[in-house]
Structure formats: structure tokens, C-alpha cells
């Protein structure tokens, strides 16, 4: 099984500020990684499909790149509506597998 | 617009079974894998199972194999999860998604909760 793990676990930012969260994975997902917003009460969504395409409707703000191991979103200004959890995921091996989770919250 | 709506969600003793279902709109169903998720209290996202656009081919967590089954009715545009022998940690909102067999999951439904507890 592919793990997963996001860092930071949270953190704490104020609206307009720029953003970036880490994906690593434990053995190459080559591109096969997305990236999903999911805020409370709601179904996930998803932002980043295949490491650095941006899904239908996702605001320019929100990039990801990467690839193999080691990847990247970034949110190059924090929007109110931008606070959430954000998993990664990746579909380069069964099972399926996210990463735990990096809540960004208001400082 | 594409749309799922998951049901069949409640509460069931441990050892109970439950069948889920998500209907779908807004696209060719048959053309399209379909995935369930689960998201437990207090736990990150969990994918449970695909079933190809055929329904021939499926895979399965390791957690739910032997227990779940999905399913699907291309002339219903429906995917179902029957859920046998279910265990307190299959306590979780279920979610159905398009996709994951070769692509990522998107879009998600709203979800349809499952408790399991006596």
C-alpha cells in the first residue's frame, strides 16, 4: 500500500496570504495524484487531478505540481472560502489511498 | 450537471447489513468506473470500492473484502454497496463518486451515514 503523508498537519494563516502544502508519498505515484478540498459538513471536492491540472470550475488561485514523490498545492491567495481540509490522493496503485489531511484554519 | 444521490444509510446492530445505493444524472453512466468512499468520525477518507464501467471488474478495500459487494445497473444508472457482517468501525458517511477506476473521483455525492451500534 502507497502512503501517503501531508505536512503540515495545520496551519494557521490570514485571508491574502500565500499557501502551500506538501504531499509525499512512500514509492513513485508518477502524476497520479489529486488533490480535494473538503469543508465541514460537505462532500469532498476535487481541485487537482494527475499532480498539476486543475478540475473543472477551480479557482487560477490553486495550483499543484510534482511528480514521483514529492508534491505540492498551492494557493497563491488565501480567499475566506479557502479554509478546509485538504487530502491528497493518489491512483497510481490499489487500494486507493489519501493522505491524512492538512487543515488550513484562520490565524 | 452531473449529480449523485446515495441512500440506504441508518442505523444497524453489528453483524447487520445494509445496501446502499447512488443514483445518478447528468452523464453517460455506463461509460464511467464508480467508486464508494467512507469518512469516519474523526478519521481521514478512506476509498472502499470500484466497479469498471461494465461491471465486470471491481476492487476492494482490504477492510471491507470478504464483507462488501458493489455492484451496478446500467440500465438503471445505479451503483449499489451491499453490506454484510457490518462492524462498529464501519461507522462512517459513504460516499459515491464518479471515476477512480482510471481516473480521480470527481464529482462526490453528499453522503449517506451509516452507524453501526447496539
Known amino acids: 500500500e502507497i502512503v501517503l503523508t501531508q505536512s503540515p498537519a495545520t496551519l494557521s494563516l490570514s485571508p491574502g496570504e500565500r499557501v502551500t502544502l506538501s504531499c509525499r508519498a512512500s514509492?513513485?505515484?508518477?502524476?497520479?495524484l489529486a488533490w480535494y478540498q473538503q469543508k465541514p459538513g460537505q462532500a469532498p471536492r476535487l481541485l487537482i487531478y494527475d499532480a498539476s491540472n486543475r478540475a473543472t470550475g477551480v479557482p487560477a488561485r490553486f495550483s499543484g505540481s510534482g511528480s514521483g514523490t514529492d508534491f505540492t498545492l498551492t494557493i497563491s491567495s488565501l480567499e475566506p472560502e479557502d479554509f478546509a481540509v485538504y487530502y491528497c490522493q493518489q491512483r497510481s496503485n490499489w487500494p486507493r489511498t489519501f493522505g491524512q489531511g492538512t487543515k488550513v484554519e484562520i490565524k | 450537471e452531473v449529480q449523485l444521490l446515495e441512500s440506504g444509510g441508518g442505523l444497524v446492530q453489528p453483524g447487520g447489513s445494509l445496501r446502499l445505493s447512488c443514483a445518478a444524472s447528468?452523464?453517460?453512466?455506463?461509460?464511467?468506473?464508480m467508486t464508494w468512499l467512507r469518512h469516519a468520525p474523526g478519521k481521514g477518507l478512506e476509498w472502499v470500492s470500484t466497479i469498471n464501467s461494465g461491471g465486470g471488474i471491481t476492487s476492494y478495500a482490504d477492510s471491507v473484502k470478504g464483507r462488501f459487494t458493489v455492484s451496478r445497473d446500467n440500465s438503471k444508472n445505479t451503483q449499489y454497496l451491499q453490506m454484510n457482517s457490518l462492524r462498529a468501525e464501519d461507522t462512517a458517511i459513504y460516499y459515491c463518486?464518479?471515476?477512480?477506476?482510471?481516473?480521480?473521483?470527481?464529482?462526490w455525492g453528499q453522503g449517506t451515514r451509516v452507524t453501526v451500534s447496539s
Open positions: 463518486a464518479k471515476g477512480g477506476w482510471d481516473s480521480h473521483f470527481d464529482p
Open positions: 514509492q513513485s505515484v508518477s502524476s497520479y
Open positions: 447528468g452523464f453517460t453512466f455506463s461509460s464511467y468506473s
